[in-house]
C-alpha cells in the first residue's frame, strides 16, 4: 500500500513539473517608480490559473543576465516607457551577444518618444520587438498565452503594418531569400514529393499558395499541370511572369483568396510560406479558405521545417531584420500544433513524410484531404 501511495505522490511530482515546463515562462523589467505596468503584469501571469504562464519581476538591470544565468525565460518585457538606461542598454547587447545562453530569449521593448534613441540602438538585434507606451496591458496580459498567440496579438493590433513589411521584404531582399533557400529548400525534392502525391490523388488543377517567382509552379506546368500561383509580392510574381505564360499569377493575401469555391484539386504551401503567416488566427484563416477553394476530395500539402530537429525547437520562432525598417517575423509550429490546425479547417486523412534537404536541413511534409 506505502508503494501505491509513493507511486501516486510521484506522478503527481511528475505531472506538476510537466505543467510548470509547459509554460510560458517571462521575466518582466520595470525599474519606473510606481512600477504600474510590472504590477498589472505580475498579476495576469501569476494570480490567474487560465493563463499558462509563470512571470517573474526584478527592478535592476544588472539582475538580468544574473538571471536569466539561473534560469531560462521564453520572453522579457521591458516595460519602461520613459528612459533606457546606459547599464540596461549594456545587459542586452551583453545577452544578445552570449550565444552560450541556452534558451535566447524575445525582448519586447515599450517604445515612446524619451526613449526612441536608445531601443533603436538595439534594433540591430532582430528578436528584439518594440511596443508602443500605450498599449493596453491588460489586453496583452489577456493574450499572452503562448508563444503563437502572443504572435497572434501582434498581428491583431500591427497587422496590416505587418503585411506591407513582408511585401517589402520578399520585394527587397529577393538575394538574401535566394541564399536563404539554397539551405532551407530542395526544390528538386519537394517536386518528387509532391507529383507522387499529385499522381495518388489524380490532380490536374493545383493552386501555388504563396508560390513567389514561381520556383515550384513553373516546373509543375511543364509537366501538364494547370498552375495558379498566388503570392502578395507583386515583385515575385512579375519575375515568374518575365520566364513564363503557362501560370496564372493572382496578386493576393493568403488569408483571404479571390478564389471561387471547389476550384482545385490541391493546394501547396511550399518552403516557409505557412509559417510567415504570423499568428493562430491567422494561420486558421489561410487553412479555412484552403479547405474552400478545394474541391470535395482535394488535397493540401504544407512544407515545413521539423522544428524538432532544428535550431528552431525552442518556440519556433524565426527573425529576419536585414535593416533599421523591416522586421520579418514567423512561427513554426510543431508536428502536433499543425495537425491540430489541419483537423480544426475540416481537413482528415492527415500523413507526415519527414526529410532533409540536400543541404542537411530538416523538414517535415504534411498532406490532407477535403
Not at 349 to 366: A, L, M, Q, V
Amino acid at each position: 500500500m506505502f508503494k501505491f501511495f509513493e507511486k501516486k505522490l510521484d506522478n503527481q511530482t511528475e505531472q506538476k513539473e510537466q505543467k510548470e515546463s509547459d509554460k510560458l515562462n517571462i521575466l518582466i523589467f520595470d525599474d519606473s517608480e510606481n512600477q504600474d505596468y510590472s504590477q498589472i503584469l505580475d498579476l495576469h501571469f501569476n494570480e490567474d490559473d487560465n493563463f499558462p504562464t509563470k512571470a517573474s519581476v526584478i527592478n535592476e538591470s544588472s539582475q538580468i543576465a544574473q538571471t536569466l544565468e539561473k534560469e531560462n525565460f521564453d520572453v522579457i518585457f521591458v516595460a519602461t516607457p520613459n528612459h533606457l538606461d546606459k547599464n540596461l542598454t549594456a545587459e542586452i547587447t551583453k545577452i544578445r551577444n552570449n550565444r552560450e545562453i541556452e534558451k535566447q530569449p524575445m525582448f519586447f521593448i515599450m517604445k515612446s518618444r524619451k526613449n526612441e534613441k536608445e531601443v533603436d540602438n538595439l534594433k540591430k538585434f532582430d528578436d528584439i520587438i518594440e511596443i508602443p507606451p500605450f498599449i493596453d496591458i491588460d489586453k496583452l496580459a489577456s493574450r499572452f498565452k503562448s508563444v503563437p498567440e502572443l504572435l497572434g496579438y501582434i498581428e491583431d493590433q500591427y497587422g496590416d503594418k505587418w503585411q506591407k513589411n513582408k511585401i517589402s521584404f520578399y520585394g527587397e531582399y529577393k538575394d538574401r531569400i535566394d541564399s536563404r533557400a539554397e539551405i532551407t529548400a530542395d526544390t528538386e525534392k519537394e517536386l518528387k514529393i509532391l507529383e507522387n502525391i499529385f499522381q495518388e490523388n489524380n490532380v490536374k488543377k493545383i493552386l501555388d499558395a504563396g508560390g513567389g517567382n514561381g520556383r515550384i509552379a513553373i516546373p509543375l506546368s511543364e509537366k501538364g499541370y494547370e498552375m495558379t500561383n498566388a503570392d502578395s509580392s507583386h515583385e515575385m510574381l512579375e519575375e515568374m511572369k518575365n520566364k513564363t505564360n503557362q501560370v496564372e499569377a493572382i496578386e493576393t493575401d493568403l488569408r483571404k483568396l479571390p478564389v471561387k469555391e471547389e476550384k482545385f484539386d490541391a493546394i501547396t504551401y511550399n518552403w516557409h510560406v505557412f509559417c510567415d503567416v504570423l499568428g493562430t488566427k491567422g494561420k486558421k484563416q489561410v487553412l479555412s479558405e484552403a479547405f474552400r477553394v478545394l474541391k470535395e476530395g482535394g488535397v493540401i500539402v504544407l512544407d515545413l521545417p521539423d522544428r524538432e530537429k532544428s535550431e528552431y525547437k525552442k518556440d519556433g520562432i524565426y527573425i529576419h531584420c536585414p535593416d533599421e525598417k523591416l522586421v520579418f517575423v514567423g512561427y513554426i509550429p510543431t508536428e502536433d500544433e499543425m495537425k491540430k490546425y489541419l483537423e480544426d479547417a475540416g481537413f482528415k486523412d492527415i500523413k507526415t513524410n519527414k526529410w532533409e534537404t540536400r543541404n542537411g536541413f530538416p523538414k517535415i511534409s504534411f498532406r490532407a484531404k477535403k
